[in-house]
């Protein structure tokens, strides 16, 4: 072998390697920065040498020419279906037929989610991938390998030979081995390849599914590979040179260790109760997936027994996929409404044909706002598909239009506030119109009351929507400073109100006087400032006098056309995550004399009387300059309390990791921060990580670690 080719397949192995550590472990062990000069460096080789361009190249991944179409693929052994089951019932009849079958009294079964993409089957001869294909109808599929390749986590070669293989000839790897499992689009690849083709004007898909669909055939293999696929393998096809073992968890152990990447969410469980309680779980988990599953499928553990049962029709009897009730359904737009929301925005809803869907009877869906309803294109009459995921609010996705009636029309913005009749304006720039009238506005009222009252704002508990309803009906309350005049008699007085509970809420307003200043800026509901921007402005300007000079002075700089727009709202920006628009927000808010009236009320002593203690000094302290940032369940102590405990500290907590993270408080179940972390290389620590650093001070436990 010349020099040139050991190390081109130096590098290809080297290349993989991370590939592999980076795509599939999702741990990488090298900067990216040497990944892209080891792939450069093999780049430059096969320029140089075009006979060392192997298909298994990792340079190849980039996708290779355009086709004209793809190739029919027969399969060897035909790519089965599954039989579904929909009730607890259904389930326990296909575990009967499953013990009845084998003559056993209780049955282990292999337990995986069932994901939402397009099966795909993987061939390799000699541990080289050889073939692609789709499944087509299941005995002949398109052959779709120019395009598996780009994926990145499909090993283009099979790592680590692995113990199953002993019979498989001197190299130890499986003469012909054909690898099955589902591509599928993750969430939030499918959300960032929307929102690029709707910023190019093109046309969105629906959902992650037809995503990967569309991307997995596309004729020019360059498109697919920009696409952000993933793969799970679940199932080994056809094999020649390889003994399979006993049961399917080694099967699947055993792709893992070739370098597939294989659920984590798998497991083995006994009977059909074993089967019930990890479908309750997986249900409950799945709106938290990266990914989308449609159920979980449930698979005979024992090989042999796989056998003896075979498959009626196209389906293999020792297995079957539980659903889940669809989350996705079609209904009709009847008509569409506009509800005020606290601040004044019209938001747009669809009024639907009643349809079945996530579990729940649903005629009523958001369409988000104006534009999303100009994007979408959503027309009464239309016939729409509807949307609702666990607890989250049915939304619209989109339309079906060749279902679309002559008589479909438009939604009609209305001129005027459908609530108090006041004019309704929609700015440049705005995705949404708003009704003009503030405060003066009952339905923006209300919404401002429950937020100001909520628990994250000034808690004032007992006063609920209904209550709140009550009091803006009967004239009693106009504004937040109303509920300050509120007597108990006044309440008592209401529909489902005893003296006591009167007195119970009239206590609860006394004690929301005492407040902290970022609680009352977030109370005050300005567009886009959450519980984290608030609290980001109180600690930066630490009085509201000081905030409201710099909103008014940064307000001159918006219509300024001698200042660029970068330099815009100076002050306000200096605070993290402030950007233009929440900026433009605050500078309005503040700029609006009745905002300001209202302010000054609540502050009255006389009237509101809110008051909060005086910003205290930084706090010097082991953990000064520090910012941590904290995820998942930590053992006996809440969020806030740990943020409180590391603030007393002179830390910062932030809320998002970065590369100016020091340390990750990470407790039970973290997720994608935990994952960010270690990719950034953010030291990790638990509760009794940062008591240790409390007690030290990072710089000594740095030394230590020396
Ligand atoms: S096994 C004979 N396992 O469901 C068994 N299929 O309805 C063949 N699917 O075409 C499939 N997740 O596209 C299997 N963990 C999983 C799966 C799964 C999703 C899909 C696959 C298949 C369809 C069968």
């Known amino acids: 072998m010349s020099a040139a080719a050991k190390r081109a397949a130096e590098l290809r192995r080297q290349l993989e390697e991370h590939n592999y550590r980076y795509y599939v472990l999702d741990a990488p062990t090298i900067p990216d920065a040497e990944y892209d000069r080891l792939f450069r460096e093999l780049q430059e080789l096969e320029a140089q040498h075009p006979e060392l361009r192997l298909p298994d190249s990792p340079t190849q991944r980039v996708g290779g020419a355009p086709l004209k179409e793809f190739a029919p693929v027969i399969h060897r052994l035909p790519m089965q279906s599954l039989n579904n089951c929909f009730s607890e019932e259904e389930l326990q009849d296909f575990d009967r037929r499953v013990r009845e079958?084998?003559?056993?009294e209780r049955v282990e079964y292999v337990a995986e989610p069932k994901l939402d993409g397009l099966a795909v089957s993987l061939t390799y001869e000699n541990g080289v991938l050889a073939q692609g294909a789709t499944r087509g109808d299941g005995e002949t599929g398109e052959d779709i390998t120019a395009n598996l390749r780009t994926i990145r986590v499909v090993p283009l070669s099979l790592r680590d030979p692995g113990p199953g293989t002993r019979d498989s000839g001197k190299s130890g790897v499986p003469k012909v081995i054909?690898?099955?499992?589902?591509?599928?689009?993750?969430?939030?690849?499918?959300?960032?390849?929307?929102?690029?083709?709707?910023?190019?004007?093109?046309?969105?898909?629906?959902?992650?599914?037809?995503?990967?669909?569309?991307?997995?055939?596309?004729?020019?293999?360059?498109?697919?590979?920009?696409?952000?696929l993933a793969l799970y393998a679940y199932q080994v096809g056809f094999h020649q040179g390889w003994t399979p073992p006993k049961t399917h968890a080694e099967t699947l152990a055993q792709l893992r260790a070739w370098g597939f990447p294989v659920s984590d969410l798998i497991e083995v469980v006994e009977g059909y109760e074993g089967c019930l309680d990890y479908y309750r779980r997986m249900e409950e988990r799945r709106a938290k997936l990266g990914f989308d599953i449609d159920g979980?499928?449930?698979?005979?553990?024992?090989?042999?027994?796989?056998?003896e049962l075979g498959?009626?029709?196209?389906?293999?009897?020792?297995?079957?996929?539980?659903?889940?009730?669809?989350?996705?359904?079609?209904?009709?737009?009847?008509?569409?409404?506009?509800?005020?929301?606290?601040?004044?925005?019209?938001?747009?809803?669809a009024r639907l044909k009643p349809v079945f869907v996530g579990g729940a009877n649903v005629s009523n869906a958001t369409l988000h706002n104006l534009d999303e309803i100009e994007r979408k294109d959503v027309r009464i009459g239309d016939t729409v598909i509807v949307r609702r995921a666990g607890d989250v609010i049915p939304e619209v996705k989109g339309v079906v239009l060749e279902q679309r009636p002559p008589h479909a029309r438009h939604a009609k913005v209305p001129t005027h506030c459908p609530v108090c009749g006041a004019e309704v304006e929609r700015a440049e720039g705005d995705v949404n119109a708003r009704c003009t009238n503030g405060l003066s506005c009952p339905a923006q009222l209300h919404g401002a009351l429950q937020h100001f009252v909520s628990r994250r704002a000034m808690d004032i508990e007992g006063l609920g929507e209904k209550l709140l309803a009550q009091l803006i009906e009967r004239g009693l309350v106009h504004s937040p400073v109303d509920i300050y005049k509120l007597g108990a008699e006044q309440l008592a007085g209401l529909d489902r109100m005893g003296e006591k509970s009167a007195e119970n809420v009239i206590a609860a307003i006394e004690h929301s006087r005492d407040s902290r200043f970022e609680r009352f800026l977030y109370a005050l509901g300005i567009p886009d400032v959450g519980e984290t921007t608030a609290r980001d402005l109180a600690r930066h300007f630490g009085t509201l006098d000081a905030l409201e000079v710099a909103a008014l002075g940064d307000l001159a700089t918006e219509s300024d056309e001698s200042v660029k727009p970068k330099d815009r709202y100076p002050q306000l920006r200096k605070v993290p995550d402030v950007g233009p628009v929440v900026a433009s927000h605050i500078c309005h808010f503040f700029n609006e004399p009745r905002n300001r009236d209202t302010i000054a009320a609540l502050l009255d002593p006389r009237q509101g009387g809110i008051r909060w203690p005086a910003p205290r000094a930084a706090v010097q302290g082991a953990l000064s300059g520090k910012t941590l940032v904290i995820t998942g369940t930590l053992a006996g102590m809440s969020r806030d309390e740990a943020a409180a405990l590391i603030e007393s500290h002179g830390g910062k907590v932030s809320g998002s990791v970065s590369a100016k993270t020091d340390y990750l408080l990470a407790g039970e179940a973290a997720g994608s921060k935990l994952a960010k972390a270690e990719k950034l290389g953010v030291a990790v620590i638990d509760l009794d990580g940062l008591r240790a650093l409390m007690k030290v001070g990072p710089q000594m436990d740095a030394n230590k670690r020396k």
Not at 101 to 104: E, F, K, N, T
Not at 180 to 186: I, K, Q, S
Not at 195 to 222: I, T
């Open 101 to 104: 079958g084998l003559g056993l």
């Open 178 to 228: 054909e690898v099955r499992g589902e591509v599928y689009l993750p969430r939030a690849g499918f959300e960032k390849m929307n929102k690029e083709a709707a910023a190019r004007g093109e046309k969105v898909f629906v959902n992650p599914r037809n995503a990967a669909a569309g991307s997995l055939r596309q004729l020019d293999p360059k498109m697919t590979a920009q696409r952000p």
């Open 296 to 307: 979980v499928v449930y698979k005979l553990n024992d090989l042999a027994g796989r056998d």
């Open 311 to 349: 498959s009626v029709s196209r389906a293999p009897r020792w297995a079957i996929a539980h659903k889940f009730p669809a989350e996705e359904a079609l209904t009709v737009v009847e008509n569409i409404e506009f509800q005020i929301s606290r601040t004044g925005a019209l938001n747009p809803v």
